[in-house]
């Protein structure tokens, strides 16, 4: 069993280090209010549901070792993948699964591709539901203005490598879905990953208008109306796709309250099969023994509400079928603290289980939403997915223990110039192999501070110019189309490596995608790591970064709140995280990295690449992420 502190965590301090006095206001998450008041019918917890309600118990920080992520044999059978399981129905807003199916924006669409390659692997019975944009988006940087914009990738589904969904005669089915006071036509596509299959919704049908078929046109994109009338389709038109084709899931998984108005159709289908015998709180029962529910941020940007204009307008004919009137509706996701109707307190308040993604991110929900328990799950990566084959080949995730620092070290050397080369494809750039290389990739928020880097323009210039003890930096990263602040975060970035101190040392690579990220992980020495603290409610990309060996340089929260990173990579302090990283680049990071004793590598630092990748070979799989899904959520 691993070694651990027995000190609890420490609590999740919001810090607004670096964020404008302007901007302070409204990147502080809202202060908990009073407890919810329950709907008569639908948030009671009775006594028999107490204990599945009751606050989760102090997580133990984990306390790196040599020995800490050994598997003993009484160790080994929870992690093993479980065996055959009942089905599950994973609904999501997006899915990235590759490149060349672009529907996913960031973190939550490539962690919900890395559930249904784990299920796959694992021969799962897991069903993807999400929807079909016939419009993805990348980031341009043409030269000489450096002003990102959003080139449109029209996606053509027989091309992504889809296929139209057909009754066994081959006839295609259609599903009728009402929007507001008309009914649409919805088909979808089907992409097969072994046991696993992903569905795709899409409006693009003959019969309906041009604004119904540009329902799917973009993700994340357009206004609030425009959003509930996509959230209309999945949550609706996901669960009747499911009776179509006569599957009925043992539990319906809502990653992210974009999917609960499947909790809709849900009651509707309850209340079908209940004939005489429905009352709403019978059918609302029925369906909370099948719902469950991540939760994935605490931002309120990441949590939709909508007022109670749309909800009428485009919900009071759903509900009419429920017999309850749309001011009773309305109190199952009025928000606490306005008057608007939140999609996350709907989920909540039908949901069986809810889960949060980390153990920092459960406390804080905690406190956000009192009256619910978050169930702490940190998320996982799929090993297979993101562990580079030049790392693979020498250390197989088939193999214990690891293979000697030497082969490590030429393996990450593959890595790093496949990572390099890239570098100079996309952006033309000459980076050097012999260099430290800090990287900074994800999406671009604010509250991630890709600027923190950046605080003191000397003490950097002059970090990257120490001949003896080269560096270098890239960056890359997403932003929302509609977010001009970001936009223009990234051509400031852009900008900057064009400068003569900085040409060569520093480079922002356009077009982040799939691959590139892939090479990030695996080819740089240091990833770097600077959210708000209290904001990031797990983060994926250190835990790809650390599979392959390489080094973390963090403030701590979300998962990297849950270790000790002494033995590991460092720490920065949230409150003075620029200085934090300056200072660790001048001495310690740069020791450890160039003092060789005459080696081809720091036998030091390769220790703590095979500690890191160890680390989440064993603790942070979507392996281990699943199984704990069957065995706290799935029951």
């Given at each position: 069993?691993?070694?651990?502190?027995?000190?609890?965590?420490?609590?999740?301090?919001?810090?607004?280090?670096?964020?404008?006095?302007?901007?302070?206001?409204?990147?502080?998450?809202?202060?908990?209010?009073?407890?919810?008041?329950?709907?008569?019918?639908?948030?009671?917890?009775?006594?028999?549901?107490?204990?599945?309600?009751?606050?989760?118990?102090?997580?133990?920080?984990?306390?790196?070792?040599?020995?800490?992520?050994?598997?003993?044999?009484?160790?080994?059978?929870?992690?093993?993948?479980?065996?055959?399981?009942?089905?599950?129905?994973?609904?999501?807003?997006?899915?990235?699964?590759?490149?060349?199916?672009?529907?996913?924006?960031?973190?939550?669409?490539?962690?919900?591709?890395?559930?249904?390659?784990?299920?796959?692997?694992?021969?799962?019975?897991?069903?993807?539901?999400?929807?079909?944009?016939?419009?993805?988006?990348?980031?341009?940087?043409?030269?000489?203005?450096?002003?990102?914009?959003?080139?449109?990738?029209?996606?053509?589904?027989?091309?992504?490598?889809?296929?139209?969904?057909?009754?066994?005669?081959?006839?295609?089915?259609?599903?009728?879905?009402?929007?507001?006071?008309?009914?649409?036509?919805?088909?979808?596509?089907?992409?097969?990953?072994?046991?696993?299959?992903?569905?795709?919704?899409?409006?693009?049908?003959?019969?309906?208008?041009?604004?119904?078929?540009?329902?799917?046109?973009?993700?994340?994109?357009?206004?609030?109306?425009?959003?509930?009338?996509?959230?209309?389709?999945?949550?609706?038109?996901?669960?009747?796709?499911?009776?179509?084709?006569?599957?009925?899931?043992?539990?319906?998984?809502?990653?992210?309250?974009?999917?609960?108005?499947?909790?809709?159709?849900?009651?509707?289908?309850?209340?079908?099969?209940?004939?005489?015998?429905?009352?709403?709180?019978?059918?609302?029962?029925?369906?909370?023994?099948?719902?469950?529910?991540?939760?994935?941020?605490?931002?309120?940007?990441?949590?939709?509400?909508?007022?109670?204009?749309?909800?009428?307008?485009?919900?009071?004919?759903?509900?009419?079928?429920?017999?309850?009137?749309?001011?009773?509706?309305?109190?199952?996701?009025?928000?606490?603290?306005?008057?608007?109707?939140?999609?996350?307190?709907?989920?909540?308040?039908?949901?069986?289980?809810?889960?949060?993604?980390?153990?920092?991110?459960?406390?804080?929900?905690?406190?956000?939403?009192?009256?619910?328990?978050?169930?702490?799950?940190?998320?996982?990566?799929?090993?297979?997915?993101?562990?580079?084959?030049?790392?693979?080949?020498?250390?197989?995730?088939?193999?214990?223990?690891?293979?000697?620092?030497?082969?490590?070290?030429?393996?990450?050397?593959?890595?790093?110039?496949?990572?390099?080369?890239?570098?100079?494809?996309?952006?033309?750039?000459?980076?050097?192999?012999?260099?430290?290389?800090?990287?900074?990739?994800?999406?671009?928020?604010?509250?991630?501070?890709?600027?923190?880097?950046?605080?003191?323009?000397?003490?950097?210039?002059?970090?990257?110019?120490?001949?003896?003890?080269?560096?270098?930096?890239?960056?890359?990263?997403?932003?929302?189309?509609?977010?001009?602040?970001?936009?223009?975060?990234?051509?400031?970035?852009?900008?900057?490596?064009?400068?003569?101190?900085?040409?060569?040392?520093?480079?922002?690579?356009?077009?982040?995608?799939?691959?590139?990220?892939?090479?990030?992980?695996?080819?740089?020495?240091?990833?770097?790591?600077?959210?708000?603290?209290?904001?990031?409610?797990?983060g994926t990309s250190g835990m790809k970064a650390c599979l392959n060996g390489v080094l973390q340089m963090t403030t701590k929260d979300g998962w990297t709140d849950d270790i000790e990173w002494e033995s590991l990579g460092w720490t920065l302090n949230s409150e003075r995280v620029s200085d934090d990283i300056y200072r660790l680049l001048e001495t310690d990071v740069a020791n450890l990295y160039f003092d060789r004793g005459g080696q081809e590598y720091s036998p030091a630092w390769v220790e703590r690449m095979q500690r890191s990748s160890q680390l989440i070979r064993h603790?942070?799989?979507?392996?281990?992420?699943?199984?704990?899904?069957?065995?706290?959520?799935?029951?």
């Amino acid at each position: 069993m691993p070694d651990t502190n027995p000190l609890p965590l420490a609590n999740s301090k919001i810090s607004t280090d670096d964020v404008p006095e302007s901007n302070k206001a409204d990147q502080a998450p809202q202060a908990a209010k009073s407890r919810v008041a329950s709907f008569k019918t639908s948030t009671d917890i009775d006594s028999s549901n107490k204990a599945e309600h009751a606050p989760p118990a102090a997580k133990p920080r984990v306390a790196y070792s040599k020995t800490s992520t050994d598997l003993s044999p009484s160790n080994k059978a929870e992690h093993a993948p479980p065996a055959a399981k009942p089905r599950v129905a994973y609904f999501s807003m997006e899915f990235g699964i590759d490149d060349s199916l672009p529907i996913f924006a960031g973190g939550l669409g490539v962690l919900a591709g890395d559930v249904l390659l784990e299920a796959a692997e694992q021969n799962q019975p897991f069903i993807g539901i999400g929807l079909l944009y016939r419009q993805g988006y990348k980031e341009e940087y043409p030269l000489p203005s450096n002003q990102p914009t959003n080139g449109l990738v029209n996606l053509e589904p027989e091309k992504a490598g889809l296929t139209l969904v057909k009754t066994p005669d081959g006839q295609t089915i259609y599903l009728k879905v009402q929007i507001a006071d008309r009914q649409i036509t919805v088909q979808a596509w089907q992409k097969n990953l072994g046991t696993v299959t992903l569905y795709l919704l899409d409006t693009v049908v003959e019969g309906n208008s041009a604004d119904d078929q540009n329902i799917l046109d973009q993700l994340y994109v357009g206004d609030k109306e425009h959003r509930l009338k996509q959230e209309v389709v999945l949550g609706i038109g996901g669960v009747r796709l499911l009776q179509a084709l006569g599957i009925t899931p043992a539990y319906y998984h809502l990653n992210e309250a974009h999917c609960a108005l499947v909790i809709l159709e849900l009651l509707n289908q309850a209340k079908l099969k209940l004939g005489q015998n429905y009352t709403f709180q019978t059918a609302e029962n029925e369906v909370r023994q099948s719902l469950v529910f991540t939760n994935h941020t605490i931002v309120p940007a990441g949590n939709d509400m909508f007022s109670e204009d749309l909800i009428t307008i485009y919900l009071e004919r759903l509900t009419r079928h429920l017999e309850i009137p749309i001011h009773e509706f309305w109190k199952l996701g009025k928000a606490i603290d306005a008057s608007m109707f939140s999609m996350t307190l709907f989920a909540l308040r039908f949901a069986k289980k809810v889960n949060a993604v980390s153990f920092a991110h459960a406390r804080v929900a905690n406190e956000r939403w009192p009256g619910f328990t978050f169930i702490p799950i940190t998320n996982g990566v799929c090993r297979s997915r993101w562990l580079a084959p030049e790392i693979a080949s020498c250390w197989p995730l088939t193999k214990d223990p690891a293979c000697t620092p030497n082969d490590f070290w030429q393996g990450h050397l593959k890595c790093k110039r496949l990572l390099l080369a890239e570098v100079k494809n996309r952006s033309g750039a000459n980076m050097q192999e012999e260099a430290l290389t800090i990287t900074w990739a994800r999406r671009i928020t604010e509250y991630k501070r890709p600027l923190v880097l950046f605080h003191q323009l000397d003490r950097l210039k002059a970090l990257l110019h120490r001949g003896d003890r080269p560096l270098q930096i890239l960056m890359a990263g997403r932003v929302h189309p509609h977010d001009t602040d970001g936009k223009e975060i990234i051509k400031y970035l852009h900008s900057l490596a064009q400068e003569s101190d900085f040409a060569g040392k520093f480079q922002f690579i356009p077009n982040y995608d799939l691959k590139l990220a892939r090479l990030l992980v695996s080819g740089s020495d240091i990833w770097l790591n600077t959210p708000l603290q209290g904001y990031e409610a797990c983060g994926t990309s250190g835990m790809k970064a650390c599979l392959n060996g390489v080094l973390q340089m963090t403030t701590k929260d979300g998962w990297t709140d849950d270790i000790e990173w002494e033995s590991l990579g460092w720490t920065l302090n949230s409150e003075r995280v620029s200085d934090d990283i300056y200072r660790l680049l001048e001495t310690d990071v740069a020791n450890l990295y160039f003092d060789r004793g005459g080696q081809e590598y720091s036998p030091a630092w390769v220790e703590r690449m095979q500690r890191s990748s160890q680390l989440i070979r064993h603790r942070y799989s979507t392996a281990r992420m699943l199984a704990d899904y069957y065995q706290k959520l799935y029951v």
